[in-house]
């Protein structure tokens, strides 16, 4: 069985991959309100699954797990309703 120490860092490194990969994504869309390349199918799983993990975090007391995905279900609230408002804009025209 690994370490407290060792668990909580590679608990802490997960937490910062994930961060570093959704932020990106949702900072250029912000900005940009680009979504054409984003699949709203993928992106709204991966929004559930944030979300399963918090909820998850929650039940284990487990910090990095619950502070990563609220990042990341923040992240794919946001890229999602622009997704969304994007979406219905094309249509309109």
Known sequence: MASPLIINIVGYAAAICMICGYLPQAIYTIRTRDTDGIALPTFLL???GSI???IQGIMLNNWPLMITNTITTVSSAIVFAIKIHNDRMKKRK
């Open 46 to 48: 991966l929004g559930f």
């Open 52 to 54: 399963f993990f918090v």
